[in-house]
């Protein structure tokens, strides 16, 4: 029997599209153990999970790097015989490196990648003429080791349970908005949602999120009787179970969106400081990607968003009720 370990500590979104690994990995082995890596929190994506085996859990906030050695002597007692690390930073490149595993592999731009046993560029741009090459192809690539790589999706399995849990929100025609991100320049503004909110009265409107967007939740939800705020209320998997039975959900380039992606959901997705190329566009088959239509040199301003506007006018920012409400799919 196999066993895998599939390493990526970054944020929900990333380690939801990981899950595209470990699909391929069951596929192609389905009797082998196969065993995450996730910061803590995030292990609740796995809860019920049908084959994940183990997850394992780094604690990078209380004594990050006693907690990490730790783990590395954990993994090692494990005896993998393949460990996948799809990020590219030194301590998951030390986790790989000492895990013991027989093949390990990684990015070649990964810190200590000499030491994996295969090596695969990160690229980004353009697979062909119409397609840039997804976070999910990327992280497919170091499978190559043990197989041929195939197009896949990222999946998550909302539980029974989770989906009992949000019948209550189910009973009417109901849409979900997402209107948070961890970084202000990836959050389309509040007038945005404010005036999607106004366009639709004909549905209930579920406003989603952590217990840290609550407040913004609050204000959008504010004077308006079609608005319930469910932001810190579900977990993730019961928010992923709400949102594959929405007429439409509409976030920003962040975590919900890449929910949706992994059970299917519609979802109309917002891009301002980024763009769909870097590879984390959506992958539902009803999918949508909605941007300003200003001519904007300055975007995208980098890999990832910013806490402000470095040019202080957040023109991406402006995006058209009509093309967020434009039903077309585009993915």
């Not at 790989?96 to 741009?125: D, E, N, Q």
């Not at 995006?319 to 585009?330: A, G, K, M, N, R």
Request: charged share 20%; glycine share 6%; with cysteine.
């Amino acid at each position: 029997m196999k066993k895998f370990l599939v390493i990526q500590t970054a944020f929900i979104g990333d380690v939801i599209l990981a899950t595209a690994v470990t699909e391929q990995l069951h596929k192609h082995f389905p009797d082998a153990q196969i065993s995450m890596l996730v910061r803590a929190g995030n292990e609740t994506l796995f809860q019920g999970h049908p084959f994940i085996h183990r997850v394992h859990v780094w604690n990078k906030r209380s004594a990050k790097y006693q907690n990490l050695f730790k783990l590395i002597r954990t993994i090692r007692a494990e005896h993998f015989d393949g460990v996948i690390n799809l990020q590219r930073h030194t301590a998951s490149a030390l986790i790989t490196f000492l895990s013991g595993a027989v093949k390990t592999s990684g990015f070649s731009s990964s810190a200590l990648s000499v030491f994996f046993s295969h090596r695969v560029k990160h690229r980004l741009g353009k697979r062909n003429e119409l397609e840039y090459i997804h976070e999910v192809d990327r992280c497919l690539q170091l499978t190559t080791p043990w197989l041929k790589v195939e197009k896949a999706k990222p999946v998550l399995y909302p539980t029974t349970n989770d989906f009992s849990a949000v019948t209550p929100y189910t009973s009417k025609p109901f849409i979900t908005i997402s209107p948070s991100s961890v970084w202000f320049t990836k959050q389309a503004p509040v007038e945005v949602w404010r005036e999607l909110i106004a366009a639709r009265t004909d549905v209930q409107i579920y406003l989603l999120g952590g217990p840290g967007d609550s407040s913004l939740c609050d204000s959008l939800a504010s004077n308006n009787t079609h608005v319930s705020v469910l932001a810190g209320k579900l977990s993730l998997l019961q928010s992923a179970a709400l949102m594959k039975q929405a007429e439409m959900n509409y976030t920003n380039d962040s975590a919900p969106l890449h929910l949706c992606s992994a059970v299917n959901a519609p979802v109309r997705a917002v891009f301002c400081s980024t763009i769909p190329e870097f590879g984390f566009g959506p992958l539902s088959n009803n999918s949508g990607i909605v941007q300003s239509r200003l001519e904007l040199p300055c975007k995208p301003c980098g890999n990832h968003g910013k806490s402000a506007c470095p040019k202080g006018h957040f023109d991406c920012g402006k995006i058209s009720l009509p093309d967020l409400l434009h039903t077309e799919t585009v993915a």
